[in-house]
């Protein structure tokens, strides 16, 4: 994915709980899966609305 391998996730994460901490990990990580849902719909509204909006101006020129 972004050439990071397996060695190097272990270490990241071992270094996130280290500044985090055991008990907020948890939440933590419900508030990034949160952000990205968020995100996805956001994005998934953003393309809804430009496709509609394609679909008015071609109706108001014919």
Same mark, same amino acid.
């Given at each position: 994915?972004?050439?990071?391998?397996?060695?190097?996730?272990?270490?990241?994460?071992?270094?996130?709980?280290? #500044?985090?901490?055991?008990?907020?990990?948890?939440?933590?990580?419900? /508030?990034? =899966?949160?952000?990205?849902? @968020? #995100?996805r719909k956001g994005?998934?509204?953003?393309?809804?609305?430009? /496709?509609? =909006?394609?679909?008015?101006? @071609?109706?108001?020129?014919?």
């Open positions: 994915m972004f050439g990071i391998g397996t060695p190097e996730l272990v270490i990241i994460l071992l270094i996130v709980l280290l #500044l985090v901490g055991g008990r907020k990990l948890p939440e933590l990580a419900r /508030s990034v =899966g949160q952000s990205m849902h @968020e #995100l994005m998934s509204n953003d393309s809804k609305q430009k /496709s509609a =909006g394609t679909k008015s101006n @071609e109706s108001d020129e014919a």
